[in-house]
Every structure is written in C-alpha cells, then in structure tokens.
C-alpha cells in the first residue's frame, strides 16, 4: 500500500533551520506532484510548496516564499523542505501530500502522518 513518512521536526528556536524529510513507497513517485502542508492550531491546513514531477517547477505560499525550499530527489522516492529563519508563526504539524492527475480526469490523493515543528520565541 501506499506510504508516505514524514520526518525532520522538532523544537528550535526562531531563526533556526529544519530539513523535512518524505519518504514515499508504493507509489510511482516520479508520477506525483509532491506538496508540504501545514496546519497550526485553531487554523485552516495550508499549502507550503508544491514540486512537480520531475522537479522543474516549484510554488511557494505567503511567509514561506525566500524561507522555504522544497526539492525532491526521484531515485530515492523522497522529497525535502528546507525551512530557514523559523518564527513562532511557522509552529504547525507539516505533511506531505503526493497527487497525481490523470488525462481522464480525477486524480490519486496521498497524505503523510505528519512532523510537528516547533519554533520557540
């Protein structure tokens, strides 16, 4: 079946970097846009980054845009997400979502477990 492992959060401090991890099996990795969310407490879930299959191409939402890097390495079945100059504000649980679009229409739809990230003032 389908597994994606989310890995990398922790506790720091602001200002302090993290590397998230996803480590996906069971799929054709190279076939899925990769994406990172986020969903603090009291809020919504939101998009961090997207990255498409081969990597050509990536997107960034509010804040995360010049902090955030998302990257992939297909030969692994793993994608990344590099925060830099963490804030309080970046506390959340983080997941990785993989999806594939299919000509016909519809899509498959993956998500991770979750990496809480921590970011103390």
């Known amino acids: 079946q389908v597994q994606l492992a989310e890995s990398g959060g922790g506790l720091v401090q602001a200002g302090d970097s993290l590397r998230l991890s996803c480590t996906a099996s069971?799929?054709?990795?190279?076939?899925?846009?990769i994406s990172w969310y986020r969903r603090a407490p009291g809020k919504e879930r939101e998009l961090v980054a997207s990255?498409?299959?081969?990597?050509?191409?990536?997107i960034y939402t509010g804040s995360m845009k010049g902090r955030f890097t998302i990257s992939r390495d297909n030969a692994r079945n793993m994608a990344f997400l590099q925060m830099n100059s963490l804030q309080p504000e970046d506390t959340a649980m983080y997941y990785c979502?993989?999806?594939?679009?299919?000509?016909?229409?519809?899509?498959?739809?993956?998500w991770g477990q979750g990496t809480q990230v921590t970011v103390s003032s």
């Open positions: 979502n993989a999806q594939q679009f299919f000509p016909q229409g519809g899509a498959s739809d993956y």
């Open positions: 990255i498409t299959t081969a990597g050509e191409s990536t």
């Open positions: 069971g799929l054709t990795f190279n076939k899925y846009t």
